[in-house]
């Protein structure tokens, strides 16, 4: 209490000694420092712009499968308002921005508060206020690996099929971006090698368009591949067909296209090998011709050096039957011995040649010239069976045509030029009588 008197004695004696001089004085002081803070130190404004945003707690949401979509820079523009020598002072390293992410879990499109914070005595007034910031899941995905092979083997070699390890790898990271991947890719540079290159590749993720995608990360980093030198050789292809036509019908023809085709492998492997068969073909009761696609049986560690289709194609035909009738005098005697003669009578007056074979055959045969002959090439006096033989068809139709001929076979009598049948009657006859006489002659 006595502290408090005193004090208040200490005011009214301050104020009450020379009070005129010390309000003077106290008017001159803020005189000076109005004039000091509005003229040599006054307030002014200045603009600071693009300063970065930094996002804060960005483990947190990594820790939840979350991250932010894509690679955006952030950035705020600030004006500040302050004395001079407080604004002067100040660089763009003074202000930090910063964005708390801290909350923030939904998938898609989040508005983030800004905060602009400066060491001074100044105000401070930014845009914008907030943020938009995307956020989406980490994904794991696999890709296949894909070897980008740069140069050729030595001449004669073709490359065979690349064996890779691991052949796909796992991919993750924000899901717009996994999902860019095309593939994971791997190059490896050829230099005319003869034989098989092993190496262990750097693998890159890449788009869709060959550009390596950014912010995802590959299970490995390196593949081991083994990429195969191999010769080729030109074989022939062989049909491997267990076909039947239906009845009244025939197989025309069967043939493979290509004839040869050209396949790759160790040399080891080729070295005896001439042929390749197609897969089984099995068909019955055919009525309609047919051209089929069809595989190669290649024998193991063997392929095609180009892929290429092959088809075996069977032709089909309905047999027909065709008549051709020609009397005697149409018929052609040959190699008839010299003195002998054959006796006519006993000849039949028509015979009948019968063509049976492919329609098409058959329709377009040239039959002209077409003929039965005898031939009794080496053949004495007496009683023969002869075959009639068919001319007048040329080498192929005989081969797609069966020919017949009714009757399927004659007796023909050959006798001597100058003896008739009479006489020969008449000797049999003399003989006979000689003969009783000799009988009766022995008797008596």
């Given at each position: ?22 309000i003077?004085?106290?008017l ?28 804060l ?34 660089s ?9 992410l801290?909350?923030?879990r939904?998938?898609?499109a ?9 060491d ?13 910031v ?17 140069g ?10 690349p064996?890779?390890t ?18 994971v ?19 890159t ?49 069967t ?13 080891s ?9 197609t ?7 055919l ?7 069809v ?41 008839l ?44 006096a ?9 001319q ?30 009479e006489?020969?009657?008449?000797n ?17």
């Amino acid at each position: 209490m006595k502290m408090m008197n005193r004090i208040q004695n200490n005011i009214k004696g301050w104020f009450g000694q020379n009070l005129g001089a010390k309000i003077m004085a106290f008017l001159f002081a803020l005189f000076m420092w109005i004039y000091v803070m509005s003229v040599i130190n006054p307030t002014i404004n200045d603009s600071v712009n693009n300063i970065p945003v930094e996002l804060l707690n960005q483990e947190e949401l990594e820790r939840a499968g979350i991250v932010i979509k894509g690679e955006e820079d952030y950035t705020v523009n600030v004006r500040v308002t302050g004395r001079s020598d407080q604004v002067y002072r100040l660089s763009r390293q003074d202000f930090v921005a910063t964005a708390d992410l801290s909350g923030h879990r939904n998938i898609g499109a989040n508005n983030v508060q800004v905060t602009v914070e400066v060491d001074a005595d100044v105000e401070v007034e930014f845009t914008p206020r907030y943020i938009r910031v995307e956020l989406e899941e980490v994904v794991r995905q696999q890709r296949n690996v894909d070897i980008n092979i740069l140069g050729e083997p030595a001449t004669g070699y073709v490359l065979g099929e690349p064996r890779i390890t691991p052949s796909a790898i796992w991919i993750e990271g924000p899901e717009s971006s996994v999902n860019a991947v095309e593939s994971v890719v791997a190059e490896i540079q050829l230099e005319d090698n003869s034989s098989d290159v092993v190496a262990n590749l750097i693998l890159t993720p890449i788009d869709a368009n060959g550009e390596e995608v950014s912010n995802v990360r590959l299970e490995s980093d390196v593949v081991e591949v083994v990429l195969p030198v191999e010769q080729t050789k030109t074989v022939i292809i062989e049909s491997n067909l267990d076909i039947e036509a239906a009845e009244g019908y025939v197989i025309r023809s069967t043939r493979v296209t290509p004839r040869s085709i050209m396949v790759q492998g160790p040399e080891s492997e080729l070295e005896n090998l001439t042929r390749v068969e197609t897969e089984l073909i099995e068909r019955s009761e055919l009525r309609e011709s047919e051209s089929i696609e069809v595989e190669l049986l290649l024998p193991e560690g063997i392929r095609l050096y180009n892929e290429r289709t092959v088809t075996v194609e069977i032709e089909i035909s309905q047999v027909i039957e065709e008549e051709h009738e020609l009397s005697l005098d149409e018929i052609q005697i040959e190699n008839l011995g010299e003195g002998l003669v054959i006796d006519e009578g006993q000849l039949p007056e028509l015979f009948t040649i019968i063509l049976r074979g492919p329609e098409d055959i058959i329709e377009n045969l040239n039959t002209q010239n077409l003929g039965i002959t005898l031939n009794l090439q080496d053949l004495e006096a007496g009683s023969h069976n002869i075959q009639p033989r068919v001319q007048g068809l040329n080498g192929s139709e005989n081969q797609t045509v069966e020919i017949s001929v009714e009757p399927a076979e004659v007796s023909i009598e050959i006798q001597e030029e100058n003896r008739a049948p009479e006489d020969d009657e008449e000797n049999q006859e003399n003989g006979n009588e000689n003969g009783l006489e000799e009988d009766e002659g022995n008797n008596d």
